[in-house]
């Protein structure tokens, strides 16, 4: 019995786990189904969620995109608005023109919105008949319709994006091909010389070969030069100047025996020499400028032709020494050149003029001492210059004289054709500030910078004669002196007198102090004295020393034999040697130059070289009552 119940037992047990394994068996399997179920139904959801948040946000994102679009061309709209008020047909353009801008940058945005709430549509669908993975599938094909679509948004970037990157992709091919270098490939004798930017290169270095090789001391007389030239593209290469391919050209030409560097001296376009350096030279040089400068403020100081020293490579015979060269620089040449005869020289004149001997300008103008000299007349003469003339220009400062104006009025008093001067002119002065310049110390050029009136001009008054002139002169005296022959030589006021003066004092022998010769009349300043008969000058003066001075003066011969003499002028005579006048013509005016107190004029009359008494010749007159006379 005990055996069989620890047998039941043992059964019942065992049944008992079987049961129970089975029981953990079912519930594991139903577990793993719950987990399943639950697992799925969370992909479902999160697939769901992310599809869901997906859709929000591009839909969230486009239409904020749309809100800052409108907002943008409205705040466009409203500021050229703004701007163009009053333009009103500018401005309703405008707007359609943004209007249609907006439409154009607004229909891709609206279409993408539209497909994606259609995309969320599908999605939604695809879960709720087929689950999240079908979900899944859907949103995958969605999203590659929308970006990679006939008119996704990868085709929509594409049609705006492409002909921006084209256009900067032509401009950039465009101004690589302007940043070519474009060169002339140069040969010359069919020997490669380089590159050049223009054909002027090669002829300006052709011509600096022939100045080099054609110096004097050079044995060679004639070069050849063939050049050939073609286009080439050079990108980024150097091209030779004209100084650079004359050195490769004279290297190629005469070869490199018979060259070397120097410096070529040049004057102006003459080509001097070469110097294996410029010292000595240019110290030489600036010690001939300095012996012409003075120190002025603003001077200028400089060699007439520029001197250059243009290094490179030259022949060998055309180097020259340097001490030579800077003695030759500095000295001095005889030059020809020719003077101008004027009116008044004298041959010891031109002589003492030029520097030169009567024998010197006889041997280079043969009969010059004995040949009558005209003016204008051209006479060759020798002459020293520097063998560089030296320019100077100095900043200088003097008075200059401003011409007064004439004014003129009719006077019965005076014979007609003449004048005379009522109220005296006075010239006006100025000071002038000018750049002059000099050249061996002739003058060449001034340059005015500025005028400073400091005093003013005064008006000059004259009067013209209309009294009748006197048909007749005075003749030869001959043995019988006929009186009233010669007009009344002075006109003008004195102490209330105005029939031209009065006779202050008479010749000595008649009167006067001791070996005086003629009278004197006494008249106002700038009383007018008038040509007593028809005649010529003879002679127009000044002898302005006052122990026994004449003053200015002039001398008449007379074409009735005698001879007048007027003394004492104001100013310069207003005649010239030679000149033909005829009685009453004004000759000057009173004054008191010379040896004299007062203002007055001395007349005097000779015939044959003999003095006359004036008197015998002239009017009846009125004398001053302290004159002598009888």
């Known amino acids: 019995m005990i055996l069989t119940d620890e047998t039941e037992s043992t059964e019942s047990a065992e049944t008992a786990e079987n049961t129970e394994s089975t029981e953990n068996t079912e519930n594991n399997e139903n577990n793993e189904s719950t987990k399943a179920a639950e697992i799925s139904r969370t992909i479902s959801a999160v697939w769901n969620t992310i599809f869901m948040r997906v859709s929000a946000l591009g839909e969230l994102l486009f239409t904020a995109s749309r809100a800052v679009v409108r907002v943008i061309v409205v705040a466009v709209l409203v500021l050229i608005s703004r701007i163009l008020l009053g333009l009103e047909w500018l401005g309703k353009h405008l707007k359609r023109f943004f209007k249609w801008l907006g439409s154009v940058i607004y229909a891709p945005i609206s279409r993408y919105v539209k497909a994606l709430n259609m995309g969320k549509t599908e999605i939604s669908k695809a879960r709720d008949e087929c689950g999240s993975g079908k979900a899944f599938t859907t949103g995958t094909k969605v999203a590659g319709r929308i970006i990679f679509g006939k008119r996704g948004i990868l085709v929509t970037v594409a049609n705006w994006v492409l002909p921006i990157v084209s256009c900067v992709f032509l401009f950039n091919i465009v101004g690589y091909a302007n940043n070519q270098s474009y060169a002339l490939k140069?040969?010359?004798?069919?020997?490669?010389?380089?590159?050049?930017?223009?054909?002027?290169?090669?002829?300006?270095?052709?011509?600096?070969?022939?100045k080099r090789i054609n110096y004097s001391g050079s044995h060679v007389e004639t070069i050849t030069l063939e050049p050939g030239i073609e286009v080439n593209v050079v990108g980024y290469a150097n091209t030779l100047n004209h100084y650079q391919l004359a050195d490769k050209m004279l290297e190629l030409l005469m070869g490199a025996d018979n060259i070397k560097e120097g410096y070529g001296?040049?004057?102006?376009?003459?080509?001097y020499g070469t110097l294996e350096s410029t010292d000595k030279v240019e110290a030489a040089l600036d010690e001939l400028l300095a012996k012409y400068r003075n120190g002025n403020s603003?001077?200028?100081?400089?060699?007439?032709?520029?001197?250059?020293?243009?290094?490179g490579l030259y022949l060998t015979d055309s180097f020259v020494d340097e001490d030579e060269t800077a003695q030759m620089l500095t000295s001095y040449k005889t030059v020809a050149k020719y003077y101008t005869v004027v009116t008044g020289d004298a041959h010891i004149l031109i002589a003492n003029k030029v520097g030169m001997t009567m024998d010197e300008l006889d041997r280079l103008n043969p009969g010059f001492k004995n040949k009558p000299l005209h003016g204008g007349d051209q006479l060759k003469i020798t002459q020293e210059e520097p063998f560089l003339n030296v320019r100077i220009t100095r900043s200088e400062t003097y008075t200059e004289s401003i011409p007064y104006e004439t004014e003129y009025y009719e006077d019965s008093s005076l014979y007609e054709d003449n004048d005379a001067i009522k109220t005296p002119g006075s010239k006006g002065e100025r000071t002038v500030v000018a750049n002059v310049s000099y050249v061996n110390g002739v003058e060449v050029g001034r340059t005015v910078t500025s005028r400073t009136v400091t005093k003013e001009p005064v008006t000059e008054v004259r009067a013209i004669g209309t009294k009748p002139r006197p048909s007749n002169s005075a003749t030869a005296p001959g043995t019988t002196i006929e009186a009233g022959k010669l007009l009344w030589p002075a006109g003008g006021y004195y102490q209330g007198y105005a029939e031209g003066g009065l006779i202050s004092e008479v010749t000595y022998a008649h009167g006067g102090y001791y070996d005086h010769k003629g009278i004197d009349i006494v008249c106002d300043a700038w009383s007018p004295i008038y040509a007593a008969h028809n005649g010529y000058v003879l002679e127009v003066g000044a002898q302005l020393n006052t122990s026994y001075g004449r003053g200015n003066y002039v001398r008449i011969q007379g074409d009735d034999g005698l001879v007048t003499h007027y003394y004492h002028m104001i100013e310069w005579p207003s005649v010239y040697t030679g000149q033909r006048v005829t009685a009453g013509d004004v000759i000057g005016y009173v004054g008191s130059t010379g040896r004299s107190s007062a203002n007055h004029l001395h007349f005097e009359v000779r015939y044959n070289g003999i003095v006359q008494y004036p008197i015998d010749y002239l009017p009846k007159h009125a004398f001053g009552s302290w004159c002598k006379h009888y």
């Open 186 to 210: 140069l040969t010359v004798n069919g020997s490669f010389m380089g590159y050049i930017s223009d054909e002027n290169v090669y002829l300006e270095a052709s011509q600096i070969v022939q």
């Open 265 to 271: 001296l040049f004057i102006g376009d003459a080509f």
């Open 298 to 311: 603003g001077e200028v100081v400089t060699f007439d032709k520029e001197i250059t020293y243009t290094p």
